[in-house]
């Protein structure tokens, strides 16, 4: 039988395939010690579905500003220093601010994501996914996540921030390297690159801001430009740029991530495919099921404010904690048989694959539209859906879980 300290977290080759572990994390030790990646402060990770939702509700001790774990490479190494001086310091406005900041920001924004924004986009939406399909169609064959999964929500994101779509690869390579940099897996070279990237993407979107200052646009961005924090102050550039880089990553990177998954799922479970052909109400509740069985947000830390105990473990102030967003959805204590894939499921929707309280996910409407329209379509236009003979391979991120490729086969 094995044990928890037969396993390495951190480990490449369990990231790609982590349930086993979590399995045995849950019954064993739903809040473990880790490695900490800070000499000064211990890691805790929570796989457990009741202990992540207690840690993301309780925003007082289970602080989001963990900026300075993003920091802590840069601190010690001269070189990178001076490639971030070239662009704009880092500042807490969403993802990682707490109240009060965090409601200021997120007011700020909640209005480019409400109901009748996103309702908007559905003919854009369906039209971007058609003609995605169309260029593969022919072919009976595709690699999803190039050529479905990445393009789609870059597109729908570039829309929102009225950029042009020709720069749509560059925007996905600067998504990518926040990502990276967030996962904490990075070589000294992939972390001069990553940061090179930062400030690349810094000055792109300060020139963005530039010109929309001067000559406003029907978009997100001017509407961010234009807004006046408290009705007193606009935002400065790095407030903005902070905003513009989380949006772009959150709107894009876990689409993409969530899409890939998703059709992975299909293909092993075709079963399943006609009760949905069947019944185009079950799509809604497949777009539940996809996010908790694979959530694009694998994880994500919390910095704890002050000595506190969670299940008979004591923390002390200054402790760095890693809830499980992927662990949790499988919890078989609230999910039945939760390592089950059904897309009839009763209760998917209870997944915590957007988080909870405060910071649930800003984009989570958004999302959940673009998932129901490309499935509905893809199902719709494409017949006998299989996975090709080239496969598919997970790229291991500590706080990721993303599909680097994935063939399929299809009849016309």
Known sequence: MKHLSDYNFFDPELLICPYEFYKLAQEQAPIMELPSPRSDAKLFLVTSYDLVSEILKDTKVFSSNFSTLLAGKEEQDDELQKIYAQGWPQINTLLTADPPEHERFRALVNKAFSSSRVNKMHDLIEQIVDELIDDFIAHSKCEFVSEFAVPLPVKVIAQQLGVPQADLPKFKQWSDAFIAR???????????????????????????????????????????VQTKVAGERELDTAELLSIIQQILVAGNETVTSALAAGMLLLTKNQQQIPLLQADPCLLENLVEEVLRMESPTAGMWRVVTQDTKLQDIDLKAGSLVMVRFDAANRDPIKFQQGQRFDVGRQN??????????????????????????????????????????????????VLMRTLKYLYIEFDK
Not at 199 to 206: D, E, L
Request: hydrophobic share 40%; charged share 25%.
């Open 182 to 224: 967030l996962g904490q897996l990075l070589s000294r070279e992939q972390e001069i690159e990553c940061a090179k990237d930062v400030v690349a993407f810094q000055h792109y979107f300060h020139d963005v801001i530039k010109s929309r200052k001067k000559q406003p646009q029907d978009d997100l961005i001017t509407d961010l």
């Open 348 to 397: 998917a929707s209870n997944h915590l694959s957007f988080g909870q309280g405060i910071h649930f996910c800003l984009g989570a409407m958004l999302a959940r539209k673009e998932m129901h329209i490309a499935y509905q379509r893809l199902l719709l236009r494409l017949k006998n859906i299989r996975l090709a003979q080239q496969g598919y391979q997970y790229l291991p991120n």
